[in-house]
């Protein structure tokens, strides 16, 4: 009997442990995607710095070449719309983040209830053996 509550008990705390490895890795997933989607706007951003650069000193250099300008700009609005796609997305991504974390932590409070409840079937269980 007290080996096959052991055993239960040691079969609850292993699928305890699998589903906060679970929810670790959910959450490990979730921070890469947002930090990827964060370097992409950075290199955007850098990106977008450098046509403006570029058309500053196009407009410096060569007031004359407003074909040359016009280009730059159409550059520039690219550059624009990349970094509109990139915020969507990390605005997705990190809604994502904000349902997992608000997952994660209703995980954690349910493991903590569960953790409590072994903590007290433990405790019970070396009352009795104690006791006997």
Do not use: P, W, Y
């Not at 719309?81 to 991504?93: L, P, R």
């Amino acid at each position: 009997v007290v080996a096959s509550e052991v055993k239960n008990l040691a079969n609850q705390t292993a699928k305890a442990t699998g589903d906060i490895e679970q929810q670790i890795g959910a959450i490990q997933t979730e921070t890469l995607e947002a930090v990827t989607a964060i370097r992409s706007i950075t290199d955007t951003i850098k990106s977008m710095d450098e046509i403006a650069a570029a058309i500053a000193a196009a407009v410096e250099q060569q007031g004359a070449a407003t074909g040359e300008i016009a280009r730059n700009v159409e550059q520039a609005a690219v550059g624009t719309q990349e970094v509109t796609s990139n915020i969507i997305q990390v605005t997705a991504a990190a809604e994502e983040t904000g349902t997992s974390a608000a997952e994660v932590k209703h995980v954690a409070a349910e493991l903590n209830q569960k953790a409590e409840l072994l903590r007290k079937q433990v405790e019970r269980f070396l009352t009795d053996v104690r006791a006997a």
